[in-house]
Nanobody, 126 residues
Framework: VQLQASGGGLVQAGGSLRLSCAASGFTLDYYTLAWFRQVPGKEREGVSYIGDRSRKFYADSVKGRFTISRDNAKNTVYLQMNNVKPSDTAVYYC?????????????????????WGQGTQVTVSS
């Protein structure tokens, strides 16, 4: 069982990047999915969430700029990052939780997720 995050890199402010997270060993069809990020010295924070019927939530800091999506046929979840800012610089992690019973107020609680990817570094230059 593994989540493999990819797509990170160096991008200029105002640019775009798409992160991918592919699952192996299990199918994402019945999983709630999320992206978190972490910078050194700070706690990991929730960026975005996608549940069943494409129910989605976003951190206020990324609303209108980031879009989460899932492709169950490819067993992959994506995070499209547009108009990026230097404050988006972080290691981005994908996470999966079996089922769709996560209440909306709890989606940022990382301890509720079952599987985690290894992280991919995103660096935004000014």
């Amino acid at each position: 069982v593994q989540l493999q995050a990819s797509g990170g890199g160096l991008v200029q402010a105002g640019g775009s990047l798409r992160l991918s997270c592919a699952a192996s060993g299990f199918t994402l069809d019945y999983y709630t999915l999320a992206w978190f990020r972490q910078v050194p010295g700070k706690e990991r924070e929730g960026v975005s969430y996608i549940g069943d019927r494409s129910r989605k939530f976003y951190a206020d800091s990324v609303k209108g700029r980031f879009t989460i999506s899932r492709d169950n046929a490819k067993n992959t979840v994506y995070l499209q990052m547009n108009n990026v800012k230097p404050s988006d610089t972080a290691v981005y992690y994908c996470a999966a939780r079996r089922g769709f019973n996560l209440i909306s107020s709890a989606w940022r609680q990382e301890e509720l997720y079952d599987y985690w990817g290894q992280g991919t570094q995103v660096t935004v230059s000014s």
